[in-house]
């Protein structure tokens, strides 16, 4: 089976940010899933270069287009590297090969009568690139929901594109395919929208040079958005590259909300009129939004760094984030506080706590080696029943392009998995020698339960099957969906290891997650509750994970990397709007320094002024809530307790703490 999957080629006026991300991973993670299947799978995404914006923006910089996009395009290419992002191929729209394929359907339109000359005389959305009509414009602003910005009027000899003579056949295909345009909510809009009725397309412009040419009258330049949808063939070398004839039709366009009436109305009336099939789906997705519901863009300025938070929480925390968030059809909301919550209880508490536990016992009992399991008791059953129904929830879900749901149904496993760990109760098994069968069953389970995990979320977090594989020394090869519910592919006698954790939770001082760390920690003290009554029946010492484990030794070179002073509080107020963060200014040698640090659940502005604290004087500067915060203060917490460390002697802000 082939698999062609492709994401919208974004405009190269400004860096990518978390919200352009989402199409990505998304395609990203069909991709490697359809990859899984052993289908012959490709990826393509790219850049959208011949913009009227473009033009715009690089002359706003002072830098020649084309100079100006190589850099951007760069930043895009980057992005996706660090996210995983596993594309088949990139494809610029001022590459050679796709101008050829633009200027050739250009022509073939043309000659064949579907493409005539005529005078536009109207309106131009240049942020948007869409031609208006005076009678749809919003108080003469653009009536785009997220635009409402002015328009330019028009008045140019251009070349026109017959929508209007597909129409009919577009509604049947419409009609006739119900999978054609997803979710429903969009095909709806979308047949009420074709119903209304089809203009004839404005296909060139004269005002500017930057763009493809109409080969036989050059003043024209080629209508950016009838150029960009061709990227899904050109890409493919059409009209007779061998990927073309492998590949096409697409099996999925995947975009967002905003760009489906363009990809549902213009792409298949070009096709139509080539005489080529029609992609078999159109999918658009919902939008990532901040706290205040605005759409995450440039423009609006709210754009988070996506490298930092990569750097800070890893591509795969990321990815599982962005997947998660957004339910199918409707809008998610970005903001790094919910980032660190999924972080925290999905990644650290659910999932990594699973795996260190049971990994940790099966070091404990039986010195890391894998054991034979013997008979399945009733609990073994359960969990492999559940296997079973979990990886067809995934695979259903992924069908209709809906991570989230894939995600929660993976997770319903990893709940059953940890509770699983519970009932079993290992510890008290392993009191017992006349249980020693039962407990090979058990541990032996926990691993083929780890191998489970590891294979359904490979697709959307492809980081983590080589590190599981490396914890119970796998080859990677043992990554196979078709094998993801068969039990009993581990062979007993591997090495397993402790490692490190998969998800270290995010500490609740370095950023502003207080709120959320606590709520993980009071997870944890139950978790621990129920683990220290059974131990107690048993009289088993203290629970594995009562602490986070001590990390890797280091030497008193890496030690005094580490540069702590002590820091006078001269002032302490909450930051607005939230509820955990503080901001101090600190006297460090002389210089005041600004600290925004969690705290303020835990500490008045007059506990804190006048202190001597701990503060990690050469830690990188790092922005929260616009605020940058130039170090970090120590603190001890657990569960709802929390105390800044502080040096009670009268010792000046600056003296160094060794
Ligand atoms: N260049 C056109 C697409 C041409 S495809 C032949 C374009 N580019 S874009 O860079 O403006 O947007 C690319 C994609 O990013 C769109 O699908 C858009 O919906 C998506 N997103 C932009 N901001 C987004 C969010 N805040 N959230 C989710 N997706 C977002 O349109």
Redesign the pocket.
Same mark, same amino acid.
């Given at each position: 089976m082939k698999y062609y999957i492709t994401t919208?080629?974004?405009?190269p006026n400004s860096n990518p940010h978390i919200?352009?991300a989402?199409?990505t991973v998304a395609a990203d993670t069909l991709a490697r899933y359809h990859r899984l299947l052993g289908d012959e799978v490709y990826f393509l995404t790219g850049t959208?270069e011949n913009?009227q914006k473009i033009v715009r923006t690089a002359e706003a910089n002072h830098i020649d287009p084309r100079t100006y996009v190589d850099g951007v395009v760069e930043r895009f290419r980057e992005l996706w590297l660090a996210l995983d992002v596993s594309n088949d191929d990139f494809i610029r729209t001022t590459e050679v090969r796709h101008h050829k394929v633009v200027q050739h359907i250009f022509t073939k339109l043309y000659e064949q009568g579907d493409i005539y000359k005529s005078v536009y005389s109207g309106w131009y959305c240049t942020p948007c690139e869409t031609f208006w009509l005076e009678n749809k414009l919003i108080e003469g602003k653009c009536p785009n929901a997220d635009c409402g910005r002015a328009v330019e009027l028009l008045k140019e000899e251009s070349y026109f594109f017959r929508l209007s003579k597909y129409q009919d056949a577009l509604l049947k295909h419409i009609e006739g395919h119900r999978e054609f345009i997803q979710p429903v909510s969009r095909r709806n809009e979308m047949l009420r929208f074709i119903e209304g009725g089809l203009e004839d397309l404005c296909v060139s412009r004269t005002t500017f040079q930057w763009g493809i040419k109409v080969p036989f009258d050059p003043k024209h330049v080629i209508y950016v958005w009838l150029d960009?949808?061709i990227?899904y063939i050109s890409a493919l070398g059409y009209p007779d590259g061998e990927n073309y004839g492998q590949y096409w039709p697409a099996d999925v366009h995947l975009?967002?909300?905003? =760009?489906v009436r363009?990809h549902a109305v213009i792409w298949p009336i070009i096709l139509m009129a080539l005489n080529i099939p029609l992609p078999k789906v159109i999918y658009g997705h919902g939008?990532?939004?901040t706290n205040d519901g605005g759409? =995450?863009?440039k423009s609006r300025g709210n754009v988070e760094d996506s490298f930092e938070l990569i750097q800070r929480y890893g591509s795969d925390a990321i990815r599982y984030f962005l997947l998660r968030e957004m339910q199918a059809g409707m809008d998610g909301t970005y903001s790094e506080d919910n980032v660190v919550e999924r972080l925290n209880r999905d990644l650290a508490n659910d999932f990594g706590n699973f795996v260190s536990r049971s990994l940790a016992m099966v070091v404990k009992y039986r010195k890391g080696i894998v054991p034979c399991p013997g008979q399945d008791g009733s609990q073994e059953r359960e969990l492999k029943a559940l296997s079973h129904e979990v990886k067809k929830a995934v695979e259903k879900s992924l069908e209709v392009f809906d991570p989230a749901s894939a995600l929660e149904e993976i997770w319903r496993f990893v709940a059953r998995c940890n509770k699983y760990v519970d009932e079993t109760a290992p510890w008290v098994l392993a009191k017992q020698e006349e249980l020693r069968e039962r407990l090979d069953t058990v541990l032996y389970t926990f691993m083929e339960c780890i191998r489970i995990m590891a294979v359904l979320t490979a697709p959307f977090m492809p980081g983590l099957p080589p590190r599981i594989c490396t914890l119970l020394g796998l080859d990677e090869g043992l990554i196979r969906w078709g094998e993801t519910d068969q039990w009993g592919i581990l062979e007993p006698g591997i090495k397993v290891h402790k490692g490190e954790q998969l998800f270290p939770r995010i500490d609740i001082s370095q950023f502003s997650t207080v709120g959320e760390t606590e709520k993980v920690d009071q997870d944890r003290t139950t978790d621990n509750i129920s683990q220290t009554q059974a131990q107690k029946e048993t009289g088993e010492p203290a629970p594995l994970l009562e602490f986070e484990p001590i990390k890797e030794e280091i030497s008193i070179e890496d030690f005094s990397k580490l540069d702590l002073r002590v820091g006078k509080v001269l002032s302490a107020e909450k930051v607005e709007k939230t509820d955990k963060l503080m901001k101090l200014e600190v006297e460090v040698a002389g210089v005041v320094r600004t600290v925004v640090s969690g705290i303020a659940k835990h500490y008045a502005s007059e506990d804190l002024v006048n202190q001597n604290v701990v503060l990690v004087a050469n830690l990188k500067p790092t922005k929260l809530r616009g605020i940058t915060s130039q170090g970090m203060i120590l603190a001890a917490s657990q569960g709802e307790v929390l105390e800044v460390l502080m040096v009670n002697k009268d010792l000046p802000g600056g003296v160094r703490i060794k």
């Open positions: 919208p080629i974004f405009y919200g352009t989402y199409t959208d913009a960009a949808l990227n975009m967002g909300k905003d =760009i363009f939008w990532y939004l759409k =995450i863009s």
